[in-house]
């Protein structure tokens, strides 16, 4: 389909406002756990604790840590 970026593909199957968990992320962006965590805890993708350990991320935080670095044209 044209007009899409490959960020728009990459997140195709989830809302903006989903929750994903930790090992959804690392599948989605082909990352390390470490790295999800690494990012979780410098501030760079914010993250949110369900009770004590479960951590979920927004699929749109994701979307803007992925964001194409010429605006868009992926």
């Given at each position: 389909?044209?007009?899409?970026?490959?960020?728009?593909?990459?997140?195709?199957?989830?809302?903006p406002?989903?929750?994903?968990?930790?090992?959804?992320?690392?599948?989605?962006?082909?990352?390390?756990?470490?790295?999800?965590?690494?990012?979780?805890?410098?501030?760079?993708?914010?993250?949110?604790?369900?009770?004590?350990?479960?951590?979920?991320?927004?699929?749109?935080?994701?979307e803007?840590?992925v964001?194409?670095?010429?605006?868009?044209?992926?």
């Amino acid at each position: 389909m044209q007009g899409r970026t490959e960020t728009d593909r990459l997140f195709s199957e989830f809302s903006p406002d989903q929750l994903v968990t930790v090992r959804q992320t690392t599948e989605l962006l082909h990352v390390d756990r470490a790295t999800v965590y690494k990012w979780l805890a410098d501030g760079r993708l914010p993250g949110y604790r369900l009770g004590g350990r479960a951590v979920r991320i927004r699929v749109a935080d994701l979307e803007a840590l992925v964001a194409p670095l010429d605006g868009g044209r992926a």
